[in-house]
């Protein structure tokens, strides 16, 4: 039996949400993650919900660089409320942020009319070889960010990689 070995690399999707990670409920958003990362040729490794806390997003965060995944990415908590906290853990994380991405992101996601895109405060860059990518929490965002995150990704994870040439 042959198996169809991923070509973009492995994932894992950390969903932010209080209310999911504190009633054991399941989220929406991380299967529909799943699913188009899959779709672009991602093995996802796990999906790990968080309350919106820095020490835990932190934690799920060094944990998926520490593991080897190519690509983490974060759904929820990247607005301006107080419990808005992943970019704030995000940056302790990150060894350098790739502003053009984070930029690209909210200006595709304001364009599409995902009003949570374009006031995201999420940020993308690279811990180690791990592209680390903050995602707006609304299935709008999410389909957008996804489709203007992909080519970018995989280029980055190509150049992190060391196959892009």
Same mark, same amino acid.
């Given at each position: 039996? #042959? @198996?169809?070995?991923?070509? $973009?690399?492995? =994932? %894992? !999707? ?10 054991? +409920? ?27 806390? #820095? ?10 660089? @520490? +593991?080897?995944?190519?690509?983490? @990415?974060? /759904?929820? +908590?990247?607005? /301006? ?7 704030? $853990?995000?940056?302790? /994380? %990150? ?15 304001? $364009?599409?009319?995902?009003?949570? $895109? ?16 903050? %995602? ?19 280029? !980055?994870?190509? #150049?992190?990689?060391?196959? =892009? #040439?």
């Amino acid at each position: 039996m #042959e @198996i169809d070995v991923p070509v $973009a690399g492995r =994932a %894992l !999707v950390v969903i932010v949400d209080d209310r999911v990670a504190h009633t054991d +409920g399941s989220s929406s958003t991380g299967p529909l993650v799943t699913e188009l990362l899959n779709e672009a040729g991602f093995l996802v490794d796990a999906t790990v919900l968080v309350a919106a806390d #820095e020490v835990e997003i932190r934690n799920a965060l060094n944990t998926a660089v @520490i +593991g080897g995944v190519d690509l983490v @990415i974060s /759904v929820g +908590g990247t607005g /301006v409320s107080p419990r808005d906290v992943t970019p704030d $853990a995000t940056a302790d /994380v %990150l060894d350098r942020e790739l502003l053009g991405i984070s930029e690209a992101l909210r200006s595709s996601g304001l $364009a599409a009319g995902a009003l949570d $895109a374009g006031l995201s405060r999420g940020l993308v860059g690279v811990s180690g070889s791990t592209l680390v990518v903050n %995602l707006a929490a609304s299935r709008a965002a999410i389909r957008d960010g996804m489709a203007t995150l992909t080519p970018l990704a995989t280029h !980055v994870i190509g #150049e992190l990689s060391g196959l =892009a #040439e």
